[in-house]
Structures are given as C-alpha cells and as structure tokens.
C-alpha cells in the first residue's frame, strides 16, 4: 500500500513561485518508485506534469520545461515540484501519483490558483 499526501498548493500571482510537497507512506522503499506529478484544469483531462524515476531521471511536459523542477528525498520519502514563473495556465489541483505492483495510487491533490 502506498499512500500520498500533497500539501503546499494556494493562490499566487503570475510570475510568482509555489512549491508543492508530497509525503509518501509505502511499506518497501520509496526510493525504488518512479514517482509523478499530474495536474488537472478544471473542464481538461488531467495530465503528466513531470516524473522523477528512482535513478533521478526527470520528465517533464513541455509546458512546464524550464520553470518547474521535480525533486525527491528518498530518506524523508517526500516528493517535491518547485513551479516558477508562473502562469494562469498553470491553474489547477495538483495530485502527487505512482504506480506499485500495476496499480496507481493518487494524493488526494492540492488546488495551485495563478490569479492577479
């Protein structure tokens, strides 16, 4: 069993900066989980923001390239998305996810609003 918890989302002005965190309880060691951040707009299909696998190879979706950074601490079992430069675009709640033995385990999200 895996379970997720994100915290950190809120309201920010565009060209502002949010850092999300996401704290994992899993019985086997986080460090093996490829470890992923969606998000999802309202009216929109929730996407891959950006992965981060046990070896520390990152993903990211081309919207987010450049201004956000996946990072982990696999001691502490926390994932992190340090977002800059900030955009109305990026509004949106914000799930930490993986998969363990094929099956995907979801946070329960947390709302980012980029708003003047």
């Known amino acids: 069993q895996v379970q997720l918890v994100e915290s950190g989302g809120g309201l920010v002005q565009p060209g502002g900066s949010q850092r999300l965190s996401c704290a994992a309880t899993?019985?086997?060691?986080?460090?093996?989980?490829?470890m992923d951040w969606y998000r999802q707009a309202p009216g929109k299909q929730r996407e891959l923001v950006a992965s981060i696998r046990s070896s520390g190879t990152t993903n990211y979706a081309d919207s987010v390239k450049g201004r956000f950074t996946i990072s982990r601490d696999n001691t502490e079992k926390m994932l992190y998305l340090q977002m800059n430069n900030l955009k109305p675009e990026d509004t949106a709640v914000y799930y930490c996810h993986t998969v363990r033995n094929v099956v995907n385990f979801w946070g329960q999200g947390t709302q980012v609003t980029v708003s003047s």
């Open positions: 899993v019985e086997l060691n986080f460090w093996f989980l490829t």
